[in-house]
Nanobody, 127 residues
Framework: QVFLVESGGGLVQAGGSLRVSCAAS????????MGWFRQAPGKEQEFVAA????????DYADSVKGRFTISRDNAKNTVYLQMNSLKPEDTAVYYC????????????????????WGQGTQVTVSS
């Protein structure tokens, strides 16, 4: 079975930093585009960031550009999201997701494109 397991969420004050991680198993990690999405209560799921198979291409939502950095370590089967200058509006459950790709440079910001999803980790930013 494929498992994506997020960790690193928690409570942080506005202006602070947090790094969340997603460890993958049951798949050939380097063949997958990885993405991060988030969802706040009562709101639609929102794309956050995506990274291509070997990390050469990244994509970010305008709301997080310049503050968040996505990266991956294929030797550890892990994707990361470094979140800096956090704002209360960043409060949400953060999900990692994976989709198989034959394109070395491909990324997608469409949630329905992703095949596998983690259980999510809560990030709360206090004012």
């Amino acid at each position: 079975q494929v498992f994506l397991v997020e960790s690193g969420g928690g409570l942080v004050q506005a202006g602070g930093s947090l790094r969340v991680s997603c460890a993958a198993s049951g798949l050939t990690f380097s063949s997958y585009v990885m993405g991060w999405f988030r969802q706040a209560p009562g709101k639609e799921q929102e794309f956050v960031a995506a990274i291509s198979r070997s990390g050469g291409n990244t994509d970010y939502a305008d709301s997080v550009k310049g503050r968040f950095t996505i990266s991956r370590d294929n030797a550890k089967n892990t994707v990361y999201l470094q979140m800096n200058s956090l704002k209360p509006e960043d409060t949400a459950v953060y999900y990692c997701a994976a989709v198989l790709s034959s394109n070395y440079f491909y990324t997608t910001n469409v949630g329905s494109d992703y095949r596998y999803w983690g259980q999510g980790t809560q990030v709360t930013v206090s004012s």
